[in-house]
């Protein structure tokens, strides 16, 4: 099994910044793309972005140019850093474990930005 445990949400001002951290637990990691998504008040979860062991990536059109996935697959872990950050970020973050046929979420995290 796959334990994703997110955390560093919190409450920032609008233009602010804030980096979740997203640690894995398990086997293998490495074999999994890993990714971030949101859920805000009312709306579906969405994707925010996503990344393969290799390092390649894919944003949200939303997020492109303020949002950064990393990935150490040596520490099990995954990090989103989100600058530049608009009320319309608000949203629930869960970071995402994905091999075929096989899904692994965290709990989320609460990130509000409002003044």
């Known amino acids: 099994q796959v334990q994703l445990v997110e955390s560093g949400g919190g409450l920032v001002q609008p233009g602010g910044s804030l980096r979740l951290s997203c640690a894995a637990s398990?086997?293998?990691?490495?074999?999994?793309?890993m990714g971030w998504y949101r859920q805000a008040p009312g709306k579906q979860r969405e994707l925010v972005a996503t990344?393969?062991?290799?390092?390649?990536?894919n944003y949200a059109d939303s997020v492109k140019g303020r949002f950064t996935i990393s990935r150490d697959n040596a520490k099990k872990t995954v990090d989103l850093q989100m600058n530049s950050l608009k009320p319309e970020d608000t949203a629930v973050y869960y970071c995402?474990?994905?091999?075929?046929?096989?899904?692994?979420w965290g709990q989320g995290t609460q990130v509000t930005v409002s003044s």
């Open positions: 990344i393969i062991s290799g390092g390649s990536t």
């Open positions: 398990g086997n293998m990691i490495s074999r999994y793309i």
């Open positions: 995402n474990a994905h091999r075929v046929l096989v899904d692994y």
